[in-house]
């Protein structure tokens, strides 16, 4: 079977870091082909803030319901289920791509590395910056709601969680 001997992966990041680009991509920049959840927020919950849209990510957590681009990953990627040849993390993506494209016999392209950033700062600066504006209560709830995508994949909390409210 194809499936047998293919070679399949997934690339993971830390659950908040996904969270404020999520925030930013889909919630702050009106106009990037998803403006349809930046207007339905605006529409709910006025203008958009971190913590507004943490305690819209909590709420609707407690009702089940989540977003593709912020739901977690054990709810959507079958995890336990798939038996994948590499889970890959955003933060080391540069090293496992020569390791995934080498095991499919492919040539590694030889280019600069790319690098997601926000406003100068990377994302991870960018999330301690904006995690400063929740309260340690709600950082505990989506340290909750992620809880097993942090700790299949080995992320921490604690850099973000210190710097809440």
Not at 74 to 93: A, G, P, Q, R, V
Not at 129 to 136: A, N
Request: glycine share 6%; charged share 25%.
């Amino acid at each position: 079977m194809l499936f047998d001997t293919a070679t399949s992966f997934s690339v993971v990041r830390h659950p908040f870091e996904r969270l404020v680009s999520a925030f930013q991509d889909k919630i702050m920049n009106v106009g990037n082909g998803d403006s349809y959840l930046a207007e339905d927020f605006r529409l709910q919950h006025g203008g958009p803030t971190f913590a507004k849209f943490v305690r819209k990510v909590i709420n609707d957590a407690e009702h089940g319901s989540f977003n593709i681009h912020w739901e977690p990953y054990i709810s959507s990627c079958s995890y336990c289920s798939f038996n994948y040849t590499i889970i890959s993390k955003l933060e080391t993506m540069e090293e496992d791509k020569k390791i995934i494209l080498g095991m499919v016999g492919a040539q590694v392209p030889d280019r600069k590395k790319i690098q997601n950033k926000t406003s100068g700062k990377n994302i991870k600066e960018v999330t301690e910056d904006l995690f400063g504006q929740i309260t340690r209560e709600e950082a505990e709830a989506l340290a909750n709601i992620y809880k097993y995508d942090l700790e299949m994949f080995g992320y921490d909390i604690n850099m973000y969680i210190k710097r809440t409210n």
